[in-house]
């Protein structure tokens, strides 16, 4: 097997997301690609964990639809996961004996391929002597059955575990050669082994999005920090609690999500490059300040990792519905850049991007990350620095300082920023409108003026066609949209659909908007049918773009609501659809089921 998608589900405890994480890093070792995700009930002790790990020989892009092969400790706490781990015909079912379904009798929808009952407690009892080791006996019989890096495996348990003591090390170890040797014993009945990769030695890095971004923060020079812990943005500010000293800059855990941003703002005044991080709840008490800093024209970063919402909502699982929130949420005229990664790699380069755009436009940015992203892990190959650019600031010139006017209306909207300390550059940066001088003004004409130059100023981002990735050819008859982590889905049932002959492009918006009317409407031209496919229950980008552009008229949204995962297959059902010309027809159903 070239491509091997393995989900797990247990009760909080079972080491469950643990077995996952030791898996993918022993894979990666080994030289394969790989995507992990994990998902968790909103308790704060307890409750059901899962992850899906999808392992290949070449690179992947999501992480896939029907597992290859179901590990099950707990059948309530699987079935609790629906749409997220779904079985089918093919899949290899391995679930804890004790629980008492006969093979026969599993509480799934369809047969899968083999059912296969393990007393995986027993086993880690008389291994171990430690029903903790059942995770440790799931990885030997994953190594047995599926040929996954037994040497590797173990290497990553005697590094986990040889600082606890010898016999701990021992017990984990023995859990693990109990599963594998079980599973030399009772063969699957066909080979599942998966191929060996392809380059062997190659260094590449286990990472999820909230690493990257924070390493991204600190290349692109972030000195300052505010924000506020809340899930799943908190890592965020964790990884950069341990470095950002180490860089000259200084992170500020405040009382509440207004101070976090709030002071980040105070930083960016002060001249030093600033972030804060947050998510849906987060983001709504942070908008007041957003807007300050878009009339006082201050640099931000504002990094937002999306969850199921609206209030508290799904605070574990991921959705794509901040969007509105994130470009209207502000009151007034006001129009702030947002840009959104398309995988854990892409994460790196979206930060660094931020930061430019908001030194150069002076404006915040919001970056639109979101659960899976930002907590996935990734099988990536390292981050070639040099391939990036670092803006700063326009400041202002000797002569510009002899009669400083910090907002002073210029051709671009661009005006240069000084910053406390520099000798002739004190201003008045307030949340009132202001003249060129920055004094309070309550005029309308100069009101409209200061409005036409900060929205002028953005002007030159809707013509960076860099923020956007297109495939395909350029006259095809069908498009398909997609944003964010739904990117990867996207682009492998679009490749798959045009292996089978089907004529159809594909447009990847990084700059989500303002919206690029031009882009838009060039890959529009050529198109009798359009599809945006996003992880929204209103469709949110397909009504923004619908607000901006002249779109055909079967420009269709493909939409499910968070925590019901929208996969290559249910695409490419999509594109099928469309392309037999029967787009009239009611369109496939998108029901999560096991």
Known sequence: MNDLIIGMAGSGGDGIVSAGESLISALSREGYYGILTKSFGSQIRGGESSCRLRVATTPVLNPGGTLSVAIVLNWEDFMRFGGELPVGPDTVVIYEKKTGVEPSEVPLRVRPAVVMAVPMAEIAMKAAHALQAKNNVVLGLLAGWFGLGRQAILEGIRRKFGKKGPEVLQANEQ??????????????????????????????????GNEQCAAAALFAGCKFFGGYPITPATEVMQHLQKDIWKHGGSLLQAEDEIAGIASAVGASYAGRKAMTATSGPGLSLKTEVLGLASLAELPLVCVNVQRGGPSTGLPTKPEQADLFAAAFSSHGDTVRPI?????VEDMFGITVEAFNVAEEYQTPVIVLSDQEIAQRKDIVDAVDTSRFKLVERLQPNAQELQNYTRFRLTDSGISPISHPGMKG??????????????APSSSGEMHAKMNDKRLRKLSPLLQRRDLFVVEGNPDAAIGVIGWGSIAGVVLEAVRTARAQG????LLIPKLIYPIAEGIY?????????GLVVEQSHQGQLHRIIRMWTDVPKSFTSMAKSGANPITPGDVLQRIVHL????????????????
Do not use: C
């Open 521 to 529: 409407q060039d890959f529009f031209r050529s198109l009798r049918h």
């Open 339 to 343: 840009l959104a990664p398309i995988s």
């Open 579 to 594: 392309s037999s010309g029967s787009a009239s027809a009611p369109a496939p159903a998108l029901n999560p089921t096991h």
């Open 425 to 438: 550059g004190s201003y008045l940066a307030a949340g009132i409108e202001h003249n060129e001088a920055g």
């Open 175 to 208: 859990a693990f050669a109990a599963g594998f040797e079980y599973s030399e014993q009772h063969p699957l009945g066909a080979d599942y082994r998966m191929a060996p990769p392809v380059a062997v030695g190659v260094k590449r890095q286990v990472t999820d």
């Open 502 to 505: 089907i004529d159809v492009k």
